[in-house]
Structure formats: C-alpha cells, structure tokens
C-alpha cells in the first residue's frame, strides 16, 4: 500500500495518507502544545487531590499537574502530601504531556523529556527504557547495552522502535543534539523572566519527519521550497537518503491548493459530521462530550443475502473497521462507549471483540478495551496527547473560548491568532469588497477575489516575501501566477502624494 506525506507549509498543517485515505493530520497551532517546556510559578495548591494549578505566563488557562508529575531532585524518597513538595509562588520547570480542552487547562508534569528521532533523553531521571514496538530480544538486549554506555551521568535515556538496525554513530549524534538542547534550555531559564515559555516545537517539516516518517513512505509532496529545503535537510541529517530508500520528495507548485488535491480539505469537511456512511450500508453516529465519547451502530440500508444473525455480525465487523479508524483520525480520546447492533450469541460477541482488538493494535494511542457490558456496551479507553479534531476545529463560540487555532467555516478554514469579534469580520470583509474598484479601473482575466481571507502573519514565509503595512484592513487578490497584497494604508499614502503633486 502506497503511503504519502502532504505538508502545507502555508497552512501549518501536515497528512499521512494511505491509498490515497487520510490516515492522521499533524498541526502547528500557537497555544499549548505536547512537549512544549514552560518556567511556570504556583498558582494554587489543592490538597485534597494532591495537585496544583502552575500559572505558564499566558492568557489562557493555568496548566494542572499532580504529585505523581513531580519529579523530586530527592532520589529514593517517597511524598504523600503535594504540600511538601510545593507551595504558593515556587518556580517550577514543567512540560506539556495532554494538551487543554475547551474547560480544562493542560496537563503537565515535571519530569521533562526531550524528542529526538531515535532516543528520548530525560535529563532529571536516571533510567534506560526500550521500547516495547521492538519485538527481537537479540535487538532489544543490543540497543540496551548501547543506551547504559552511552546515557550522560544520572540521566535517563529511552530508545524508540525506529533505531532498530540503525549505526551506533547516528544514535549517537542524535543524542549529542538532545543533550545540547537540554543546556540550552537551562541557559534560556537564566535569562527569561518568569514565568515564560522556554522550548516549544513549531517547526511543522522537522515534527512530521521525525515522528511520522518511516522507509514506508513511497512520496512526501510539499507546496513550497523552503519546506522542501528542510525536508531534504532532515532526511539527510537522520540519514534517510541513500540508494536502498526509494522515498521521493515532491514539490507541488501548481495553482490548485495542495490541501484541495489530495482531499485534506474535504476529509476534515467529513470528519466534523457525526454521520458516517458504511461502505456496504449502514452507518455509525459519533457524539463527543468533554470526556464522553458515544457512538451509534445502525444497520441502515444493509441489506445482504444472509441471516439475520449472520448480517448483524457482518455489520458490526464493518462498523469495527471504521469506527477504529475513525478513532485515530479523529483523534477521539477518554472514555468512549461503543453501541453495536444486538448480538445474543456469545461466540458472535467474542469475534467481534478479537476483531476489534486486532485493529486497534495500529493505533499510536493504546487504546484499552475494558469490557463489553451486559447491555451490549463496548467500553474502551483511548489516550489524549493532543487535541482532538473537534477541539481543534470548533469555532461555535468564539467568545467565550480564548483560543489560538484553526477555525472551519463553510469551504474555509482560517487560523485566527487573535480575538475578532463576528461583526468585526462582517464589516472587514465588506469594506474590502467597497473598495475594491478604487485600486483598480480595468478589468482583469483570469482575476479572482478571494473573499474572507485571512493573511497569517507569523508565516515565515510571507515575512520573508511580503511586507505588512497594514495588518487589519488589507485586501488580497488572486492572480494564476502571483498574489497581490494592497494595503488600504498603502492606497492612502499613494493618493496623498498624488494629491501633493497635482496642487
């Protein structure tokens, strides 16, 4: 099966498909994300749950963390109260490990880890993990052995299933550059104020190539050049790039958004819908809460030349199969309760339970089955990282909600990063469309206005090749082969020079 890689580095947003099925999306967003390293002070402690409340310096909500979070510099000591471990204003050094929802702040702890490609280094544990994806206790033992030789002094080092068959000199390299990290980091606490931000991973190209990537991947495609600089950059730099590794790097310059071609767009369209069509008939109903997740087997048109009892098992196995994908695509995370369709015969439940379990092995996340209840209820818990697709797309209220996301409306989807009001938008979007004839007196072919359309201005990109002048009243219009960005500060200026010479 062919697997592709999609970077729009323009919308910050990365897919890996699989016979052209879109499989996970990868997403830069501004707020809290996993692995992101803040210098956080003590908000509130509360007791009675052994947590605390750690204000990161930002508007939003202050991050949570318990005592079984806290890594104590006091080695072999065990603390049963979260009160001799932290009090009110202590500077604390924590890592996000769940990313904030709608009500909750982020869950974070203080035992930090820093990513690398092939190992993960903990500079305040002192311990050497193997991961559990590899499979050869030959390989096991050897990376093992490796990792106690060469893990700094009471530091901890995990070592991920893609360093199988992997040079001691990259695993090495990786791991000089995790360490450097680490003293960079405790350079930056020195010299920030408190509280701040202190490492965050926004580089969209180095995440998706250090975490999604593999020698499966036939085709990464990408829509600009910088990104396919870094692209090869990172290839090369993990050592990805010789002549066994047939995996062809890709540079989509064409008008059509990138997004659009390889039906990014249009999946994320569907993956908001509660509805899901079966392929054979039938559909599944998928209700999200805060941390409830429902969903709903109906047999719908499914209409086979089979026995009822044999049709009901066909449904729900159909229904096992898109459900676990829709899970993992959705990023759906909590507790999720699953209704199948009836099944009395308890051979026919068993099926369905090792069926489903099989299928849930290739999700990154381990989910956990927990039971299949007496009302036919399947029970099953799945992990949060990061936000889900619902959680990340959501714009119902924007008022009320202080996030830094994408926002999905009709066939667009925007990045806000600040607050505007909807009669803000209603009256940007009809002084562009006012004014739009006082720019230009001519008639244009091939010339399109892009209507709601907003600039993200914290795009290297468009700060390397365009100058802002005027970031709230700006008007865009699009040319097959150029996009130009006309100021209504700009205009003033020009008219009031043309003014000044005329008198």
Same mark, same amino acid.
């Given at each position: 099966?062919?697997?592709?890689?999609?970077?729009?580095?323009?919308?910050?947003?990365?897919?890996? @498909?699989?016979?052209?099925? =879109?499989?996970? &999306?990868? %997403?830069? +967003?501004?707020?809290?994300?996993? *692995?992101? #390293? /803040?210098?956080?002070?003590?908000?509130?402690?509360?007791?009675?749950?052994?947590?605390?409340?750690?204000?990161?310096?930002?508007?939003?909500?202050?991050?949570?963390?318990?005592?079984?979070?806290?890594?104590?510099?006091?080695?072999?000591?065990?603390?049963?109260?979260?009160?001799?471990?932290?009090?009110?204003?202590?500077?604390?050094?924590?890592?996000?490990?769940?990313?904030?929802?709608?009500?909750?702040?982020?869950?974070?702890?203080?035992?930090?880890? @820093?990513?690398?490609?092939? =190992?993960?280094? &903990?500079? %305040?544990? +002192?311990?050497?993990?193997?991961? *559990?994806? #590899? /499979?050869?206790?030959?390989?096991?033992?050897?990376?093992?052995?490796?990792?106690?030789?060469?893990?700094?002094?009471?530091?901890?080092?995990?070592?991920?299933?893609?360093?199988?068959?992997?040079?001691?000199?990259?695993?090495?390299?990786?791991?000089?550059?995790?360490?450097?990290?680490?003293?960079?980091?405790?350079?930056?606490?020195?010299?920030?104020?408190?509280?701040?931000?202190?490492?965050?991973?926004?580089?969209?190209?180095?995440?998706?190539?250090?975490?999604?990537?593999?020698?499966?991947?036939?085709?990464?495609?990408?829509?600009?050049?910088?990104?396919?600089?870094?692209? /090869?950059?990172?290839?090369?730099?993990?050592?990805?790039?010789?002549?066994?590794?047939?995996?062809?790097?890709?540079?989509?310059?064409?008008?059509?958004?990138?997004?659009?071609?390889?039906?990014?767009?249009?999946?994320?369209?569907?993956?908001?819908?509660?509805?899901?069509?079966?392929?054979?008939?039938?559909?599944?109903?998928?209700?999200?809460?805060?941390?409830?997740?429902?969903?709903?087997?109906?047999?719908?048109?499914?209409?086979?030349?089979?026995?009822?009892?044999?049709?009901?098992?066909?449904?729900?196995?159909?229904?096992?199969?898109?459900?676990?994908?829709?899970?993992?695509?959705?990023?759906?995370?909590?507790?999720?309760?699953?209704?199948?369709?009836?099944?009395?015969?308890?051979?026919?439940?068993?099926?369905?339970?090792?069926?489903?379990?099989?299928?849930?092995?290739?999700?990154?996340?381990?989910?956990?089955?927990?039971?299949?209840?007496?009302?036919?209820?399947?029970?099953?818990?799945?992990?949060?990282?990061?936000?889900?697709?619902?959680?990340?797309?959501?714009?119902?209220?924007?008022?009320?909600?202080?996030?830094?996301?994408?926002?999905?409306?009709?066939?667009?989807?925007?990045?806000?990063?600040?607050?505007?009001?909807?009669?803000?938008?209603?009256?940007?979007?009809?002084?562009?469309?006012?004014?739009?004839?006082?720019?230009?007196?001519?008639?244009?072919?091939?010339?399109?206005?892009?209507?709601?359309?907003?600039?993200?201005?914290?795009?290297?990109?468009?700060?390397?090749?365009?100058?802002?002048?005027?970031?709230?009243?700006?008007?865009?219009?699009?040319?097959?082969?150029?996009?130009?960005?006309?100021?209504?500060?700009?205009?003033?200026?020009?008219?009031?020079?043309?003014?000044?010479?005329?008198?």
């Amino acid at each position: 099966m062919v697997k592709k890689i999609i970077i729009s580095y323009f919308n910050s947003i990365a897919a890996t @498909l699989q016979t052209s099925k =879109v499989q996970e &999306l990868i %997403l830069i +967003n501004q707020t809290y994300q996993v *692995n992101d #390293i /803040y210098l956080g002070i003590v908000h509130k402690i509360f007791s009675s749950i052994n947590a605390a409340f750690i204000n990161l310096g930002q508007d939003s909500k202050s991050g949570f963390i318990h005592i079984s979070d806290i890594k104590t510099l006091k080695r072999g000591q065990k603390f049963f109260s979260i009160n001799d471990l932290l009090s009110i204003n202590q500077v604390i050094l924590v890592q996000v490990v769940k990313e904030s929802t709608f009500h909750k702040g982020p869950r974070l702890t203080s035992n930090i880890h @820093l990513h690398g490609k092939y =190992v993960v280094l &903990l500079p %305040l544990c +002192n311990l050497v993990l193997i991961s *559990n994806r #590899i /499979y050869d206790d030959n390989e096991r033992i050897h990376l093992y052995s490796l990792a106690v030789l060469i893990k700094p002094e009471l530091m901890g080092l995990i070592v991920k299933s893609c360093a199988q068959g992997v040079s001691e000199s990259l695993i090495l390299q990786d791991l000089d550059l995790l360490i450097q990290q680490w003293y960079f980091i405790q350079k930056k606490i020195l010299l920030n104020s408190i509280p701040c931000l202190i490492y965050k991973d926004e580089d969209l190209v180095k995440k998706v190539v250090r975490d999604c990537y593999d020698k499966s991947i036939k085709k990464i495609v990408v829509d600009s050049i910088d990104a396919l600089k870094l692209v /090869y950059y990172y290839l090369k730099k993990w050592s990805y790039i010789s002549t066994f590794i047939k995996t062809k790097v890709q540079l989509y310059d064409r008008h059509f958004c990138i997004l659009d071609k390889f039906y990014v767009k249009h999946t994320i369209k569907q993956l908001l819908r509660p509805k899901v069509n079966l392929l054979h008939g039938g559909s599944i109903f998928i209700e999200n809460y805060e941390a409830l997740t429902v969903i709903d087997v109906n047999s719908g048109s499914f209409n086979k030349l089979y026995n009822s009892k044999e049709t009901i098992l066909r449904i729900n196995f159909y229904a096992a199969v898109e459900i676990a994908y829709q899970l993992k695509v959705r990023n759906i995370n909590g507790v999720i309760i699953i209704d199948f369709i009836d099944m009395y015969s308890q051979r026919d439940q068993l099926k369905l339970l090792e069926h489903f379990n099989k299928l849930l092995t290739y999700d990154d996340c381990s989910p956990q089955v927990v039971q299949l209840s007496e009302l036919g209820l399947l029970e099953l818990t799945r992990r949060r990282k990061s936000q889900s697709i619902r959680e990340v797309f959501n714009f119902s209220d924007l008022k009320s909600i202080n996030y830094s996301g994408f926002f999905f409306v009709d066939d667009l989807y925007y990045k806000l990063f600040c607050n505007i009001s909807d009669q803000d938008l209603r009256n940007q979007f009809s002084s562009n469309k006012s004014i739009r004839s006082l720019f230009f007196s001519k008639q244009f072919i091939l010339c399109k206005t892009l209507k709601n359309k907003f600039i993200i201005s914290y795009n290297p990109l468009l700060n390397k090749y365009f100058s802002f002048l005027d970031r709230k009243n700006l008007l865009c219009f699009f040319y097959p082969k150029a996009n130009y960005l006309l100021p209504l500060f700009f205009y003033y200026r020009l008219t009031s020079l043309q003014n000044f010479s005329d008198s």
